[in-house]
Structure formats: structure tokens, C-alpha cells
């Protein structure tokens, strides 16, 4: 392989960066402003990320110089086997001369293994587990807010030799989505139409508000004429209870009916006034189509580094408990046993938070 010429700004002369973040969405979304400076600021390199193949669709009008690889870690390249192979692949097909590992998990370890043992350099994200730890233990927290993922994931690629800076501006920049992409689920908003997205739903129990909460912003939100609210979500479970909601109050839509793919609700959020989200992938979705969102924590807490691009802190809703943050993720059990950190929040002080965007 030939060797690349340094440049002051590129001093290992990479040309061809391997990328790999494989999942969650949210963390998944996270990478579009860090990836998409990443590629304006080197033009002349070729980023080629690797994910899940459900999830380069999030990356809607990417630069020329992205490259989005779906790979099936599950089947097709299960295991150490299939993480050889897919290096293998990989290098026949693209020249590689570096390796970011956003993911930091057994198969990208891997991966990072085969390329130090050819030669290839390797940067991988800090994802500052000890420093969590101290935030979400019981006793003795640490109450400091860490840096977030974004800024986690651009010292990777400072480490490699290409610091950045932020050339996002939204995955429309300063405009919307063509209308028509999401024709199919409602007409386009008529003048003095207001639009709500709500995302009542997250993986874990302690980063879900209580449904019976919701369903009374939901209810004084349809009180008003002028506003539209569309429902987002996923599984036969919140299918069912979206459902449920959209039937009861007038002009609320469900867009767990049916699988639009993130092009379609991607165009749709560029819409939307305002969204009301748990600290779950929605919340990152609308951010990465500059739109402000209402976010709710209970369990976990911005201070863990999640917080939306660009999002306020003055839209965040939260208690102010000793015992929060108890979990990076929210999957631990709640000490007290009552999820008190979500119940306690009252459905009022959500819809104070959104009141500005739909007057």
C-alpha cells in the first residue's frame, strides 16, 4: 500500500478511517454531528462507519466522503470468527489506514486487535466508566456533570490525529424536510397549526414517566385546537397503548401503526415545534433535526454525559433527589421501590416547559 502524504492538519496522512458504532440508536445518532464535522472538516479522507443495518438510514444526506457499511453482528459476523472475517473484507475493499472504535464493546476490541497486529492505528473512545460509577453510586456520589458521549467520541478522533470542529447543522440544516416525504401520514401543517411529538416510551423502567401520567399531558395537550400531536414508538406493547391514546383524544396519531423507517419520522420531526421525550433515542433523533425537546429524567441524569445536541438545560425535567442519578442507563432497580424520581413529577410542570413552543 502506498504511504499517504502528512498534512499539518493530518499528520498521519489517513486517507480511508475505518468507524464502528453498532448500537444503541440514541448512541447511534450521537455520532451524526461528530461524523458529519468529521468529514467536512477532512475532505479528503473517506470515513467508512460500520453499524447495524437497521441504522444507516439515520444518516440522511450524509457527505460525500461517508461511507455506511450495515453489518449484522448478530448472524453474519457473530463472534470472533465473524469479526476476522469482516476485517478481511474490509481490507480488500477499502484501503484502510486507521481505525476509530466509538463502541468500545468484546467485538470491536476485536477488531481493534487485527488492525494493531497489521500495522493499522487504532483510537478508541474514553467512555469514562469510573467517573460514572462515582455519579450513580448510592452512597458518596460525585455530583459533577461528565462530558458528554459527542465530546467523548471527538477526542477519538483527536487521539488519531484529526481534531475537530463542529460542522453540523442539523441533518436539514437550517430548513425542513420536503413535506412530501411524510405524506403519507399527514398533510402538511396549516397556518397556526402547532405540532407535538411525544416519545413516551425508553428501554428501562427507570427512564419511563408513569403512563397514567402521560396520558394527562396528552389530554390537556388535545384540549387545545391548534395542536396536533403524533406519538412515537416502537412494539406490539406501546403499538397497543399508543393506539389506545390516539383513539381517545382528538387530533393525536400514532406512528407505531406502522414501520416508516427514520427517513420518514426523521422528515416528519423536522416539523415538529416541540418534542417531549424520556432520555431515550427520540430525544436524539429531534435534536439531530434542530428541534427542541421537552426531555424527562428519572433514574439516570444529564450529568451522565446523554443529554440532547444542542438541547437546553432549561428543558430538562427532574427531581431533585440524593438518590439520582442511580443508574448511567436506567436499568438498575430502584433503592426506594417507587420510582418516585418519575411519579413524583407532575404532569404540569411537563406542559409548563412546552407551553412556549405551542402558543
Not at 493530518?10 to 458529519?36: E, K, Q
Not at 453474519?76 to 468500545?104: C, N, Q, S, T, V
Not at 420536503?178 to 411525544?198: M, N, Q, S, Y
Not at 419520522?265 to 421537552?294: G, Q, T, W
Request: include cysteine; charge should be positive; charged fraction near 20%.
Amino acid at each position: 500500500m502506498p504511504q499517504n502524504k502528512p498534512t499539518p492538519t493530518n499528520p498521519r496522512g489517513l486517507r480511508h478511517l475505518l468507524v464502528a458504532r453498532f448500537s444503541a440508536i440514541g448512541d447511534v445518532a450521537m455520532t451524526v454531528p461528530v461524523l458529519y464535522s468529521a468529514c467536512r472538516c477532512y475532505p479528503d479522507v473517506t470515513f467508512h462507519l460500520i453499524t447495524r443495518p437497521t441504522m444507516t438510514s439515520i444518516f440522511v444526506n450524509p457527505p460525500a466522503n461517508l461511507n455506511l457499511i450495515g453489518v449484522d453482528v448478530k448472524k453474519e459476523y457473530a463472534g470472533l470468527k465473524g469479526m476476522r472475517r469482516l476485517f478481511k473484507e474490509l481490507r480488500r475493499d477499502y484501503p484502510i489506514d486507521g481505525f476509530i472504535d466509538l463502541h468500545a464493546v468484546l467485538r470491536t476490541f476485536a477488531l481493534g486487535a487485527l488492525c494493531t497486529l497489521h500495522g493499522i492505528p487504532v483510537s478508541r473512545i474514553n467512555k469514562g466508566r469510573g467517573n460514572k460509577r462515582a455519579l450513580t453510586r448510592r452512597r458518596n456520589k460525585v455530583m459533577l456533570p461528565l462530558i458528554s458521549s459527542r465530546a467523548r467520541y471527538r477526542e477519538a478522533f483527536y487521539r488519531i490525529g484529526l481534531p475537530l470542529t463542529e460542522r453540523f447543522n442539523g441533518l436539514y440544516g437550517n430548513d425542513k424536510a420536503p413535506a412530501e416525504l411524510f405524506a403519507g401520514i399527514t398533510p402538511p401543517k396549516t397556518d397556526g397549526e402547532r405540532w407535538v411529538g411525544i416519545a413516551p416510551f425508553a428501554k428501562h423502567r427507570g427512564k419511563i414517566y408513569p403512563l397514567e401520567l402521560m396520558e394527562q399531558v396528552i389530554a390537556k395537550l388535545s384540549d387545545n385546537p391548534k395542536v396536533k400531536i403524533f406519538l412515537f414508538g416502537g412494539g406490539e406493547d406501546e403499538r397497543k397503548k399508543l393506539a389506545q391514546w390516539a383513539a381517545a383524544y382528538p387530533r393525536v396519531t400514532s406512528l407505531a401503526e406502522k414501520r416508516h423507517g427514520f427517513p420518514v419520522e426523521l422528515a416528519l420531526l423536522s416539523h415538529i415545534d416541540v418534542m417531549l421525550s424520556m432520555d431515550s433515542a427520540n430525544m436524539h433523533l429531534a435534536s439531530i433535526v434542530n428541534i427542541p425537546v421537552v426531555s424527562v429524567w428519572g433514574a439516570t441524569h444529564p450529568y451522565c454525559g446523554f443529554k440532547g445536541w444542542r438541547q437546553s438545560e432549561a428543558n430538562t425535567v427532574q427531581l431533585p433527589m440524593t438518590c439520582r442519578p442511580c443508574s448511567v442507563f436506567g436499568s438498575k432497580p430502584c433503592h426506594r421501590g417507587d420510582y418516585y424520581c418519575l411519579g413524583g413529577i407532575q404532569p404540569s410542570a411537563i406542559l409548563a416547559k412546552m407551553q412556549p413552543y405551542i402558543e
